[in-house]
């Protein structure tokens, strides 16, 4: 009696075993590193790497090991080598500025073999290695409107190359287009329709005018462009900037969510982030009459101007730009347009030679105020007039312009080069942790398990003796398990993690508790000690499914609906509940029946 | 060794017994309900759910909270509330949402003003949470605790019986209604990980009334001719040791992490302590005193026969 085949036996060391491999990562720590990543996203490869590490030798620095992860360059350094890391940070990233993009990290500590095996430990959470956390949201309404200015200009462009008179007015997503009779509104309505056929043509009570908007489809793929095109634009922001391991992932309909980890300083970056600064270009109008004109306000000194309307080139056309000087030592960003924004340049500029061109900055700047008792974000739009200039000769897609500081202009280079987004995005929730602050959640939370287990630990061994020492050797392998799993998925852990190890490390022995008092009420009911192992087990078998099912629902609701902190404790929770069951009941099992199965023994050390 | 020598025979489901602990049930839920509901701040609401702006700020030496409360009133910021947080040289600020701020800008000036002339200081956390968020995170939250308990209802139902399932969700009421009510009495700090532990304690609790069940139905069918209350009263008893020692380890660990988990964590460990305490109470007298009120007996269990044709042709 109470013998396991031997398979089974074989099997239980193998997934010990396999849980063992899997979380031996972690034991090593990380340490300090740097990441090299092409600019371009090619691979770097062994060659790249050879001569990055010759660099570092020629500086007399040397990495304890270096390696290529995933097309990137990873050079790590000695534990707490932070001065070193620093140093190779400077130094490869002024010798290689242009080719890749160098960020400061941490690096898994572990050695190479274990690297090689493709092991990786669990990741670590924000507020356990610092970073920082933000929650953008999209202006959703602003992307709408950017397209239906789009839709304003062109058919206004149309109705006029046909000689329809007309009037168009643009108000809250809907474009009125009033003509002059009944006549003229079917032309029109060919004309755009034409034009556009996935938009909706109504007419206006007049009987004369059309009422144009955009479908709830057109709207949809509109709001799902603008937070693709928006994502791009921020992971190519976060790229240049230099964090390793960003995150940046829509949540729900309208909402971004970046994470950079690592991030010491975050004010120039969260500036970065959601800045919107942008420029566009447009003819001085001369005369000051032109329909569509407006009058744009000059920044400084600079003079203020009545621009046309139309657009020669914006900013989601510039595809390069770098900040740099004039000739004359004045401060500019050297622009590369795309080539339609290029051939339009050439158009204009060959048409308008000696005439007046200026340069307009754009940028939303967010404010709270309070509406109506409540505080909430708003964003407005300033426009200034940076430069002047008269068009001497035709120029295409390379070009510069000046009137910014340096400042302005470098930032300014990075937003071009990273895309504009393509509508405004507001911070509604930010989260920084200081490295500091991180570093001491590792180490308060390990204690708390250590201490946590230690107490359990002692008592499980005083209170069952020999089959509390049997628990106690489940509760650790469930410990290993917990860490294991969490390394294969690739979960991050994090301080409510932590604490959900803890409450697990407490409850797990539940299944353990169960079985073991059923065996004690077996043998005072006067059964045999072998036939008290084994209805025990049988016997509390199914209270342990009721209970942990029960607490799998609350971990699977909290997974379902909870966010950042929350959903850490559920997931440790969950894994922990499923560990500890394979733990607490095949795993004593099998100890037991090595240990007591298949001999006469007379009294059980329970 | 033994907590318990030899077998309990405690009736706790006895008449005066089951008045008695009716009596600091309704007693506790009542003061619970009451604080929540009396009180001008029911609860300490976090940023999570009010939105504002969270600070917590390392200072090289132990700080002077009275001149960084006056720095900041002197800034404008005559609404922060500043704290120790853990230790002499952390401190907390917390703000309710700033009008009229660029949120980076206002980040920068907090941080001026904190540091005031000392120089080294350390911004070890700063947390923005706009209102709508935070109003979104409120709903989630109650939203999530209202389906864990439906969910529960539901499974205990199936695997049990509905007076059971009542009993459970009763029992389940009761330990949220009482732990939300001590942070409510003792003004503690409520925020999202408070919610991630009031959920926990759920599954806590439940996992107790439904070992109790379990035993309870076994002994309607193993102990015939005795009343319900009896053979639920012998099932709470054998269950008692267990019952008692999961609730120590649990509490073992708790207690290592309020005491060394850190600040942050610190109203999470509250919040499951209170709510392990008062869902092991729950588990041996609201639940089962619940079933018993509802009239549960062991023809309850008893799978229905489910073709009446059959007991015609029984001799």
Not at chain 2, 261 to 264: A, K, L, P, Q
Not at chain 2, 306 to 309: I, Q, R
């Given at each position: 009696m109470n013998r396991y085949p031997a398979w089974l036996n074989v099997l239980v060391l193998v997934i010990l075993l396999a849980g063992i491999m899997l979380a031996l990562p972690n034991i090593y720590g990380s340490a300090p590193a740097v990441q090299l990543a092409d600019v371009e996203g090619a691979d770097i490869t062994q060659t790249q790497l050879d001569n990055y590490l010759r660099v570092l030798e020629n500086d007399g620095i040397s990495p304890e090991s270096a390696y290529l992860d995933d097309g990137r360059a990873v050079i790590r350094f000695a534990k707490g080598a932070v001065e070193d890391q620093q140093t190779a940070g400077a130094r490869l990233r002024a010798r290689y500025e242009n080719e890749s993009n160098v960020a400061l990290t941490l690096a898994p500590g572990m050695p190479d073999w274990v690297r090689e095996l493709g092991l990786n430990p669990m990741s670590l959470g924000l507020d356990l290695r610092g970073g920082v956390y933000v929650l953008l949201e999209v202006d959703m309404d602003t992307a709408v409107d950017n397209r239906m200015k789009g839709y304003e200009q062109d058919f206004d462009d149309r109705l006029r190359d046909a000689r329809i008179r007309h009037r168009v007015d643009l108000n809250n997503q809907t474009l009125t287009i009033r003509l002059q009779s009944a006549e003229d509104m079917e032309k029109a309505r060919e004309i755009v329709s034409g034009a556009d056929s996935d938009v909706l043509i109504g007419d206006g009570t007049d009987g004369k005018s059309l009422i144009v908007r955009m479908t709830e489809a057109q709207i949809k793929e509109r709001q799902d462009f603008a937070i693709e095109q928006n994502m791009t634009t921020l992971r190519n922001r976060v790229d240049q900037l230099g964090v390793a391991e960003p995150l940046v992932q829509r949540q729900g309909v309208d909402r971004i969510v970046v994470q950079l980890p690592g991030v010491q300083d975050p004010t120039e970056l969260q500036k970065i982030l959601t800045a919107t600064a942008t420029l566009e270009f447009r003819m001085v109008?001369?005369?000051?009459?032109?329909?569509?004109s407006r009058r744009y306000p000059g920044r400084g000194d600079e003079a203020p101007q009545i621009l046309k309307?139309?657009?020669?080139?914006?900013?989601?056309?510039?595809?390069d730009a770098k900040s740099g000087f004039t000739n004359e030592g004045q401060p500019a960003v050297h622009i590369t347009l795309d080539s339609a924004g290029g051939e339009r340049m050439l158009a204009t500029t060959r048409e308008n030679v000696g005439k007046p061109m200026s340069t307009v900055f754009i940028e939303w700047r967010e404010e709270s105020v309070t509406r109506g008792g409540k505080t909430v974000s708003r964003k407005f739009k300033t426009e200034e007039i940076i430069g002047t200039a008269t068009i001497r000769g035709v120029f295409k897609n390379r070009f510069q312009t000046t009137g910014l500081t340096p400042n302005e202009a470098r930032e300014l280079a990075v937003l071009m080069r990273a895309g504009a987004l393509a509508a405004p995005v507001y911070k509604v929730d930010e989260r920084t942790i200081g490295p500091s602050l991180g570093q001491d959640n590792i180490d308060r939370g390990f204690n708390a398990i250590k201490i946590g287990f230690l107490a359990v630990i002692v008592f499980m061994a005083i209170y069952y003796r020999w089959f509390g020492m049997i628990a106690n050797v489940a509760l650790f392998s469930n410990l290993v398990f917990i860490v294991a799993v969490l390394s294969l998925a690739g979960a991050s852990l994090t301080l409510p993690g932590i604490a959900g190890i803890v409450l697990t490390v407490g409850m797990a022995v539940d299944a353990n508790v169960l079985i073991f008092e059923r065996i004690r009420e077996e043998l005072t009911a006067g059964a045999q000690p072998q036939a008290a192992i084994n209805s025990g087990y049988e016997k509390a078998l199914s209270s342990i499914a009721d209970a942990n099912v029960t607490t799998l629902i609350a971990a699977i609701v909290l997974l379902a609906f909870g966010t950042g902190p929350i959903k850490g404790f559920a997931i440790t929770l969950m894994i922990g509940i499923l560990t500890s069951m394979f733990t607490a009941i095949v795993g004593t099992r099998s100890i037991v029946n090595l240990v007591f199965g298949g001999r006469k023994i007379t009294s059980l050390p329970i | 060794m033994r907590i318990l020598k030899n077998k309990t025979h405690i009736d706790f489901l006895g008449q005066t017994r089951r008045k008695i602990a009716l009596i600091i049930s309704a007693l506790a839920v009542t003061v619970s309900l009451g604080s929540l509901i009396v009180q001008d701040t029911p609860l300490e609401f976090g940023i999570d759910f009010t939105g504002g702006v969270l600070l917590e700020v390392g200072y090289?030496?132990?700080?002077d909270i009275e001149a960084i409360r006056s720095d900041l009133a002197a800034a404008g910021f005559d609404d922060a509330q500043v704290q120790r947080f853990g230790t002499d040289t952390d401190v907390l600020v917390r703000l309710p949402p700033q009008e009229g701020w660029n949120p980076d800008e206002l980040r920068e000036e907090l941080r001026r003003t904190v540091a005031g002339?000392?120089?080294?200081?350390?911004?070890?956390r700063v947390e923005s949470v706009s209102p709508q968020v935070g109003k979104e995170l409120a709903e989630q939250g109650g939203l999530a605790m209202i389906i864990a308990l439906l969910l529960i209802f539901v499974y205990v139902m199936v695997r049990f019986q509905w007076k059971f399932a009542a009993g459970a969700v009763a029992a389940l009421a009761h330990d949220v209604i009482v732990t939300v009510g001590f942070f409510s009495i003792f003004h503690l700090p409520f925020d999202l990980t408070v919610v991630a532990a009031v959920l926990a304690v759920i599954g806590y609790s439940l996992n107790d009334t439904v070992v109790a069940f379990d035993r309870i139905r076994e002994n309607f069918f193993k102990l015939r001719g005795i009343s319900a209350e009896e053979s639920m009263n012998t099932s709470i008893n054998e269950m008692l040791a267990r019952t008692l020692i999961t609730g120590f380890t649990t509490l073992f660990v708790l207690i290592a992490l309020l005491l060394f988990?850190?600040?942050?964590i610190a109203p999470f460990s509250i919040a499951l302590i209170v709510g392990i305490v008062v869902g092991t109470y729950s588990s041996i007298y609201t639940a089962s005193a619940t079933a018993l009120l509802l009239g549960v007996n062991a023809q309850d269990l008893l799978e229905p026969i489910?073709?009446?044709?059959l007991i015609d042709d029984l001799p």
């Open positions: 109008d001369t005369t000051g009459d032109m329909p569509g309307r139309e657009v020669i080139a914006s900013g989601d056309e510039i595809i | 090289p030496q132990p700080a002339d000392i120089s080294n200081v350390q911004l070890r988990g850190g600040e942050s489910k073709d009446p044709d």
